[in-house]
């Protein structure tokens, strides 16, 4: 069960590190909460982002995720929720004046399950993620290597521990970030003007998706 050649392995490891290294919401979620609240927060941001690559995998396992990719209605819904909600994030780095991504705010306002449930949802609310996963993942099914769906979970959770091995130096990297951006308030100003930027740009892409 699970007996792989190596130019499979070989294939899938470089397709999944090309994944996760291209930027996206996911991305641009974890290194402003990062900048905004520290490593502890940019961990939360993470494991959220990790949880909502989860679900896409395990809808891909089931089957779905074929209703995104077959209904343009299911598809529309989504796509118009998760697009409003980046550009809802965005317009608040916006408007901050800074305030964003200040750290003299006080620590406990800092709430980590927040972060987290907005992880989850920057990654489920995004319908072209929930298409990839079903196209990509069944790309490495090998008949006779054990049971399909068992073979698509495998391969989906492997997409997201390479994450891990991305996604966490820049946690690691953009902590440091913070003492820099609390020397400065301009600096504070332009990071939230770029996210702000960055995340409405983001909702806007994805508003005009098609299924593809």
């Keep these: 069960m699970f007996e792989y050649t190596v130019a499979h392995w070989t294939a899938f490891f470089l397709s999944a590190l090309l994944l996760n290294l291209s930027p996206g919401p996911d991305m641009a979620y974890i290194v402003a909460q990062t900048a905004k609240n520290g490593k502890r927060a940019g961990i939360f941001a993470m494991f959220g982002s990790w949880s909502g690559a989860f679900v896409h995998v395990f809808f891909s396992v089931i089957g779905l995720s074929a209703i995104l990719a077959t209904s343009a209605t299911a598809f529309t819904i989504v796509k118009w929720v998760g697009a409003a909600y980046l550009i809802w994030l965005g317009i ?64 989906g959770m492997l997409i997201i521990l390479v994450a891990a091995f991305i996604e966490v130096p820049i946690v690691l990297i953009g902590s440091k970030v913070r003492d820099l951006i609390n020397s400065s308030t301009s600096i504070g100003k332009w990071m ?15 508003a005009l998706s098609e299924r593809g």
């Design 192 to 206: 939230d003007r770029t996210l702000g930027t960055l995340f409405v740009s983001l909702g806007i892409k994805l």
């Design 92 to 155: 608040k780095a916006l408007r901050s004046n800074g305030s964003t991504l200040s750290t003299d705010a006080p620590t406990s306002k800092i709430n980590d399950g927040s972060i987290f449930r907005e992880g989850i949802l920057v990654s489920i609310l995004n319908p072209k993620v929930a298409i990839f996963f079903l196209a990509f993942l069944p790309q490495f099914v090998v008949i006779g290597a054990g049971p399909e769906s068992a073979q698509l979970m495998l391969h």
